[in-house]
């Protein structure tokens, strides 16, 4: 189960060890999510803090499909970050695969996909988003003929439009779903000593101060 501790504002982050910079950002989603009003996702803030999304280009599975679960406005949280930060700059594969996605969070995502020069492949099924957003998509999708896979599936996205995406990734040569290739990470294929470390940072207790919930209706995303 997920934790996050709840003290003041002025609580110290972490420890004198960390990096500023990375401290910067992981307060900054801190300060996102009380905007919004959500609960901070601890796993995620133990990612910021490890300097994961530095290490060298990467797959978001390692984030999201293996370890967590951030919700429909925890994902527009992260998503505001990761426009802000150019955080995912270096990725070559996003999966946003079953993580509570709807239409709100689309508009931002194609912002910040924007920003993925290196990406191939995108995985947003098992997400609720309809086909006004998988329209958005389409029109994305098509303006980068170097992405070779595109997962809609499970969605509430009209049979025609995934048909189309369909096609469209079938005349790039993508007729199955991109691994993310030498230059994406699964957790469980790495060998990279430094990013085991970061994922083994994972298993410790958060070190970053999140602010005090304002209401009683923030999400646990």
Not at 10 to 37: F, H, K, S, T
Not at 40 to 60: D, I
Not at 118 to 126: A, F, I, K, P, T
Not at 197 to 219: D, F, M, N, Y
Request: with cysteine.
């Amino acid at each position: 189960k997920l934790r996050s501790a709840h003290t003041t504002e002025n609580a110290e982050m972490g420890n004198d060890q960390e990096d500023p910079e990375l401290r910067r950002r992981a307060q900054r989603y801190v300060e996102i999510c009380q905007d919004m009003q959500v609960q901070p996702n601890s796993q995620l803030v133990k990612l910021l803090l490890s300097g994961l999304f530095e290490s060298r280009p990467l797959t978001c599975y390692v984030q999201f499909a293996k370890f967590n679960y951030l919700g429909e406005r925890g994902s527009i949280a992260f998503l505001k970050l990761a426009y802000e930060e150019r955080l995912l700059a270096k990725a070559t594969s996003l999966d946003f695969s079953g993580q509570g996605l709807r239409d709100s969070a689309i508009p931002t995502l194609v912002e910040v996909m924007r920003l993925c020069p290196r990406l191939v492949s995108v995985n947003l099924s098992n997400n609720v988003i309809s086909t006004k957003s998988g329209i958005q998509l389409y029109e994305w999708l098509k303006a980068r003929p170097e992405v070779t896979a595109f997962e809609v599936a499970e969605t509430r996205v009209d049979i025609g439009v995934r048909r189309k995406i369909a096609q469209l990734i079938s005349d790039r040569g993508g007729d199955r779903r991109a691994q993310g290739g030498t230059d994406g990470i699964r957790a469980d294929q790495v060998g990279d000593r430094f990013l085991q470390r970061a994922l083994g940072s994972l298993h410790e207790p958060a070190t970053l101060a999140s602010p005090a919930p304002q209401t009683s209706g923030i999400l646990n995303g």
